[in-house]
């Protein structure tokens, strides 16, 4: 039976204890935030793309056409400039590739029929301008059919299903999901641990207190933890990335799988009774599971795939992807449906697992 008094002190006791260490606490949140900031790198140097510097000698519409087209295609960034220049912002590597439109691009002769020009191309092979250099080449070659009136007979329809999905779309759930495994399922089984190998937890036991004041405080304390950092890591992804965030969908689905490898924590410390296997126990469990929160499932054979969709970090993090896509709430009831069912059944067998150290 639980009671107001042992549990609050307890709950007092332990959070005063977290907060003396917070490099225990929340170094692992800290690292995940610094990732969270090197994801903002790449996407803002991706977002960027290679930088072209253009010299348009021609002026001529097929010119202009071309410009456009250039400028048009988002992920170039585009600087107008002289052929002598342009050349030099390469050897200087302050462009990634020179585009230098000869005066003749887009020249016609007496029959009106145009003449074969050729766009010059330099760039350090290696780089973003091999990418670039790709990207321009088929700008001429769209431009040249334009110009000639002559529209491909074969040619390809594209749809794209996944338009404006950036970095953060992609690791954004992954790294919630190994702040949930980290702080829920290894340093609850950890705290255990460390309670038995300092003789902490038989001296709680002759105060009298009941197990589940223990457990709850416990439980409590990280709860209190998780949800500081789970919020922190939501409101900088949303500020950093200008990102349309359903903070409270999100922080939900979250704090639900939180509630379920923090179960399962406590069930392994209940279960592990020796106090240095129990946090061994704890992080083979939890990279097997972090390796599968990365990868979707259907990267998986069929009758893995099957299995692992039902896993408790799968089910977090494919409602995270929902969300971070722009699928509503209803959408991933289902997995808010399998979570509370897990966190149900993790919750019991915490309960049952945990006893006294013997005397």
């Known amino acids: 039976m639980v009671r107001w008094r042992p549990y609050r002190a307890l709950t007092l006791a332990i959070l005063k204890a977290s907060l003396r260490n917070p490099v225990a606490s929340f170094g692992f949140f800290a690292a995940l935030m610094l990732v969270l900031g090197g994801i903002k790198y790449l996407d803002s140097a991706q977002l960027s793309g290679p930088n072209l510097a253009l010299a348009d000698e021609a002026s001529t519409p ?18 107008e400039t002289s052929a002598a220049d342009a050349r030099n912002r390469v050897d200087a590597g302050r462009s990634d590739l020179a585009v230098v439109i000869p005066a003749d691009f887009g020249a ?11 766009v010059q191309l330099v760039y ?20 040249d059919r334009q110009v000639q009136g002559a529209p491909p007979a074969l040619a390809a329809a594209s749809h794209v299903e996944n338009v404006g999905v950036g970095l953060i779309d992609v690791f954004l759930p992954g790294l919630l999901g190994f702040n949930v495994i980290q702080a829920g399922l290894v340093v609850a089984a950890g705290a255990f641990a460390t309670y038995r190998t300092s003789g902490a937890l038989r001296r709680v ?32 992804a949303g500020l950093l990335f200008r990102h349309r965030i359903d903070l409270g969908s999100m922080f939900a689905v979250t704090m639900l799988g939180y509630l379920v490898f923090l179960a399962a924590g406590f069930a392994i410390s209940g279960w592990v009774r020796d106090a240095q296997r129990a946090p061994a126990v704890a992080s083979s469990v939890s990279l097997p599971l972090i390796f599968i929160g990365v990868l979707p499932a259907q990267f998986f054979p069929g009758p893995a795939a099957a299995a692992i969709r039902v896993l408790p970090i799968s089910l977090v993090t494919h409602a995270l992807h929902q969300l971070l896509q722009g699928a509503p709430g209803q959408d991933i009831k289902a997995d808010l449906l399998a979570l509370a069912g897990w966190a149900v059944v993790l919750l019991a067998a915490a309960s049952r697992a945990f006893r006294w150290d013997p005397a």
Do not use: C, F, K
């Open 62 to 79: 097929a010119s202009r056409q071309l410009v456009y087209a250039l400028r048009s295609t988002p992920s170039l960034s585009l600087t």
């Open 108 to 118: 016609t002769d007496a029959t009106n029929h145009l003449l074969p020009a050729q």
């Open 124 to 143: 350090r092979a290696g780089g973003p301008g091999d990418r670039a250099a790709a990207l321009v080449r088929a700008a001429v070659d769209r431009v």
């Open 205 to 236: 036991q002759v105060t009298g207190i009941a197990p589940g004041n223990l457990v709850l405080a416990n439980a409590t304390v990280n709860l209190l933890l998780g949800t500081v950092e789970v919020a922190v890591m939501l409101a900088v």
